[in-house]
T-cell receptor, first 117, second 111 residues
């Protein structure tokens, strides 16, 4: 099973709302990632968690707040977003943070489409 | 850090082999070559990866040149469902463990 499950698939939120995106994997992976993808662009890394601790933050605005409550779950809390934050948000996981250096595979979920109105 | 160069787009006839090239002339000896694809509106899908030897799995074959400066992803019998953006990734930029996507190749399989 190489499945990364993301919910919800679609989310529409106002600029004053607070919402969360959720990601789950049961592959025993200890590294989890959030990516953001705008239309017709490649995915861009936002955050990396290693063993439930934040390892990389790609200078993401604080209106995006990641959380890793346990080794299987990854959340992205959203607050006071702007319309330009509308995008596809992708979650991914790998065996550990060595990732592609060690020949590990990073598996992606199907993403959550976010529209900020 | 190694960077990759891919053609922006390619076309292939259904049932024929699709050969997608990737140049990575600055690759280091211990860096893997990964291929992912992204079908419209879906998450990236892992295809294959390799280090030095050619690799084959149920989806594709990966041919890496002896000097490792380039590689080719081969889809042996392309179908319409193989229409996607294909990303060749060698190494995260900045020396960290990040998977960083380039612009990729948009492969269109035509009937």
């Amino acid at each position: 099973d190489t499945e990364v499950t993301q919910t919800p698939k679609h989310l529409v939120m106002g600029m004053t709302n607070k919402k969360s995106l959720k990601c789950e994997q049961h592959m025993g992976h200890r590294a989890m990632y959030w990516y953001k993808q705008k239309a017709k662009k490649p995915p861009e890394l936002m955050f990396v968690y290693s063993y439930e601790k934040l390892s990389i933050n790609e200078s993401v605005p604080s209106r995006f707040s990641p959380e890793c409550p346990n080794s299987s779950l990854l959340n992205l809390h959203l607050h006071a977003l702007q319309p330009e934050d509308s995008a596809l948000y992708l979650c991914a996981s790998s065996q550990d943070i060595k990732g592609i250096r060690a020949g590990n595979t990073i598996y992606f979920g199907e993403g959550s489409w976010l529209t900020v109105v | 850090d190694a960077k990759t160069t891919q053609p922006p787009s390619m076309d292939c006839a259904e049932g024929r082999a699709a050969n997608l090239p990737c140049n990575h002339s600055t690759i280091s000896g211990n860096e893997y070559v990964y291929w992912y694809r992204q079908i419209h509106s879906q998450g990236p899908q892992y295809i294959i990866h390799g280090l030095k030897n050619n690799e084959t799995n149920e989806m594709a074959s990966l041919i890496i040149t002896e000097d490792r400066k380039s590689s080719t992803l081969i889809l042996p019998h392309a179908t319409l469902r193989d229409t996607a953006v294909y990303y060749c990734i060698v190494r995260a930029q900045g020396g960290s463990e990040k998977l960083v996507f380039g612009k990729g190749t948009k492969l269109t399989v035509n009937p």
